[in-house]
């Protein structure tokens, strides 16, 4: 690193030091440690997981599973919440992988079902 950056770096902690000049050390972490969870929090309820849900609807059971896999118990959370489901916090993060999965395949499943009186008549005529 060159001086040039460091010493940009130090513009920006002096603004932030500037801020807190009035409280302790401990206080200005505590205060900037609560502001970047609250933030985090709002970021993870704004996102739009439409896309995701999509994409699982495509997919078979194994697919989907391994897919959701990628994605962390929290977001899992904010998918069932987008998919209308009552999903528990305190369940581990394979039970909200299953329960989204299986959320997910029963369209798929109806439709089977009403379809097939259908595809038995058309059996039949062959």
Same mark, same amino acid.
């Given at each position: 690193?060159?001086?040039? !950056? ?17 409280? !302790?050390? #401990?206080?200005?972490?505590? #205060? ?15 996102? #739009? ?6 994409? %699982? ?33 305190? #369940?581990?993060?394979? %039970?909200?992988?299953?329960? %989204? ?26």
């Amino acid at each position: 690193m060159n001086v040039k !950056t460091l010493a940009n770096i130090l513009e920006k902690t002096l603004i932030i030091l500037k801020h807190y000049e009035h409280c !302790t050390v #401990d206080e200005m972490l505590d #205060d900037l440690s609560t502001k970047l969870q609250h933030q985090k929090k709002q970021i993870t309820s704004e996102i #739009d997981y439409s896309h995701v849900m999509k994409q %699982i609807k495509n997919m078979n059971k194994e697919e989907a599973t391994t897919f959701l896999s990628s994605f962390k118990k929290e977001q899992l959370l904010q998918i069932g919440l987008q998919m209308n489901m009552k999903l528990q916090k305190r #369940d581990t993060k394979q %039970i909200l992988i299953e329960s %989204i999965v299986s959320h997910c395949s029963f369209p798929e499943l109806y439709a089977k079902m009403a379809n097939r009186k259908s595809q038995k008549q058309m059996s039949e005529q062959i």
